[in-house]
Every structure is written in C-alpha cells, then in structure tokens.
C-alpha cells in the first residue's frame, strides 16, 4: 500500500509541484547537451533527494530542522549556491557551425569546443538540490506527514520513499528525454536567451530564497509559528493526504 502510494505521489507532485531551479536547469542543460550526456543532472538530483531524506530520517531524526533551515546563515549558503549556478549557466554560450551540406540545418556548437562532463552535470544537478533549504522543508514536511499524521511504520516508510523517489527519477529522466527533442528544432540565438532566462531564474530563487528567510527572524513568535504550520502543511501534503484518501476508498478484493 505504502509503495503504491509513494508511486502516485511522486506522479504527482513530479508533474505539478517540481518547477523549481532544478526543473529549469534540467530543461536547459537536456536542451543543450542532448538526452544522454544531460541524464546525468537527474541522477544528481535523485542522489540529492535520497540523501536529505535518508538524513531526515535516521541521523537528524530527533534535531528540529525547521529551525535549522531558518537559520539566515544556512539560507545564504544556499542562495550564495543558486547565485553561482545562475552565473554559470547564465554565461554560457553556444555558437551555430555550418554544416558542409548547405541543405542541411546548422548544427549548435559550443564556443569553448568543451561541454561538461557528466560527472560535473551530476555534482551540478547534487549541489543545485541539496544545498537549496526549501527543498529540505518539502520533505521534511512530507516525512512529518507520514511518520506523525499517517502513523506509517519506519519499513512501510522506506517503500513509501523508494516508490516516490524512484518514480519521480523516471519522470526526471524523461523530461530530459523530451526537452532533448527541443534540440533540434532550437537555433544556437534561442538557446543562449533561454540560458540567460535560466540564470535569471536562479537569481530570483536565491534572492527569494535569502529575503524570505531574513523575513521570517524579524517575525513575532506566534507569526513563526503560523508561517511553519503553512509549511507543514504545504500544498504537496496536502495532495499526499488526498491520494491516500482515494486510494482507501478503491474497494480491495
């Protein structure tokens, strides 16, 4: 039960809840450098998401991570992160090359005759994830919901997360897939504004990032408290509760 639930979840909040600097980024780079140099960020993002949950979930169990996450030192860390992902990715350039067949559609090639490699794509797709504070109170939120409201026990949980975590990887990987077929109808002109776009984007998370953390210290305790009970019960929770809701109400044999 707890397997298939993790499996619709991760559908559904892969689908509608992940446009985020991770999402934008693995558009862009899929774009760039075809689907499978570019299927290397996904897995990066999935070591990410494994390891803050696995985190959550056995060595910072008992410490109160919402306060942590709060912290303006660690938000700053994390925009100072997004703000030199931004600047990468906002700086890269690419060049069209003609081909020797006239009839044929100039090819996109890269400026420095160098791409990334896929180990850098997936430190690139890790560190973007990981070090990004929001996405540690998604899941915290997420585990908070199951362990406490739901009451799942700690091995019915590990199938809950290895069904989210590995459908939401599938789902990755073949929006890299996709967003790879925009390669060849893109010209070399469209792909350096949308990289620049894609800077921009990390710029507005990490200043988003930075200012909403620093605002949430010059609150009142009990306006604190209000604004961590709307994150724990964000709206990704709340779809959570609503498929398990519909999935006990499917009649078993």
Not at 36 to 57: E, H, N, Q, T
Not at 133 to 158: N, Q
Not at 209 to 222: A, N, R, W
């Amino acid at each position: 039960m707890e397997f298939l639930l993790g499996i619709a979840a991760g559908a559904v909040l892969s689908l509608f809840f992940s446009f985020g600097p991770a999402f934008f980024s693995l558009i862009q780079t899929s774009m760039q450098y075809g689907y499978r140099r570019a299927m290397f960020l996904p897995f990066g993002i999935f070591a990410s998401d494994a390891a803050v949950v696995f985190l959550l979930l056995t060595v910072l169990k008992g410490v109160d991570m919402f306060s942590i996450i709060h912290n303006p030192y660690v938000a700053s860390i994390g925009g100072a992160i997004m703000i030199i992902m931004g600047i990468i990715v906002f700086r890269k350039t690419v060049k069209s090359h003609e081909p020797r067949n006239p009839n044929s559609k100039p090819r996109i090639k890269f400026n420095t005759g160098e791409k990334e490699k896929p180990h850098e794509l997936f430190v690139h797709g890790f560190l973007i994830n990981f070090f990004n504070p929001l996405i540690w109170i998604y899941w915290l939120a997420i585990i908070a919901l199951i362990s406490g409201e739901m009451e799942v026990k700690t091995s019915d949980m590990y199938l809950f997360f290895t069904g989210l975590l590995g459908t939401t990887l599938g789902l990755d990987i073949l929006k890299c897939k996709l967003a790879a077929k925009l390669q060849k109808m893109i010209t070399a002109k469209l792909l350096n504004i949308f990289n620049k776009i894609t800077g921009c984007i990390f710029f507005i998370f990490a200043g988003y990032l930075i200012i909403s953390m620093l605002s949430f210290q010059l609150k009142d305790p009990e306006a604190r408290d209000a604004q961590l009970d709307k994150e724990r019960n964000q709206q990704p929770v709340r779809v959570i509760k609503d498929i398990k809701n519909g999935m006990e109400k499917i009649p078993h044999k």
